[in-house]
């Protein structure tokens, strides 16, 4: 499994996705630095951040706009990796050789999955470091909510970032169901707009409930998505 999710990356050209994740790294990096500390979301008049209720703490940002960004990355790399090798039938050539279907399209998912999740993990890292080094300089316009020093907050980055990465399985069996790459596509903004939208005072995003459902939701959709392929035609 290890040697075909290595050849998924060398076949999809990873290269091309770690730059677009550096760029977004950094990106995300300078802007929420700037949330913090230079005031652009405050409000001309209080010279408070102009934030949606339970978003006046800095991690509701960082999870907002990394969760954002690498949804909707997932969802284009599951997109390119697969839906895509359906409609082009290079999923054809890959289909003739000596493993099974479901083998092939199961690493396929890893090899978007590990690449997504250890991506987003390091990105949210990176930002959590920019911002405890800029408080000791200056003060943040956002209360900061977390500590680097305590291991619950690791534990709490990666269970975070694995489900919502395991979120872009959904968008994924959408897309095949629909034999379309921009449906999967579509769908991960949709889902971000479930997961993420305020309605008033109420968001998904604080829900308790909500990331062990979609954790089992993905998984379910993620079985369904290998469950006949050994048998269902190509596109």
């Not at 250890?118 to 956002?142: E, N, P, Q, R």
């Not at 903004?189 to 998904?204: E, K, P, V």
Request: aromatic residues 12%; positive net charge.
């Amino acid at each position: 499994m290890v040697k075909l999710i290595r050849l998924e990356w060398k076949k999809n050209n990873i290269g091309r996705y770690i730059r677009a994740a550096v760029l977004v790294a950094a990106a995300l990096s300078l802007f929420i630095y700037a949330l913090a500390f230079f005031g652009i979301a405050n409000d001309p008049v209080t010279g408070v951040p102009d934030a949606a209720p339970g978003n006046e703490v800095i991690s509701s940002s960082v999870e907002l706009f990394t969760g954002m960004a690498f949804l909707i990355l997932t969802g284009v790399m599951l997109s390119s990796f697969i839906v895509s090798a359906y409609k082009n039938k290079t999923m054809n050539l890959m289909f003739t050789y000596p493993i099974g279907r479901r083998r092939i399209l199961a690493s396929q998912m890893l090899a978007v999955w590990i690449f997504n999740c250890g991506a987003l993990i390091l990105t949210k890292l990176l930002i959590y470091g920019c911002l405890l080094i800029g408080s000791h300089f200056m003060t943040s316009s956002f209360v900061l909510d977390f500590n680097m020093a305590d291991a619950w907050f690791y534990i709490q980055l990666i269970l975070k970032s694995a489900v919502i990465v395991s979120m872009g399985f959904i968008a994924l069996y959408i897309g095949l169901a629909m034999h379309s790459s921009k449906a999967a596509v579509v769908a991960s903004f949709l889902l971000i707009l479930l997961t993420q939208a305020n309605i008033g005072d109420f968001t998904m995003a604080d829900s308790a409930v909500l990331p062990a459902a979609l954790t089992a939701v993905s998984l379910i959709f993620a079985v369904l998505s290998v469950w006949n392929v050994e048998k269902k035609d190509l596109m």
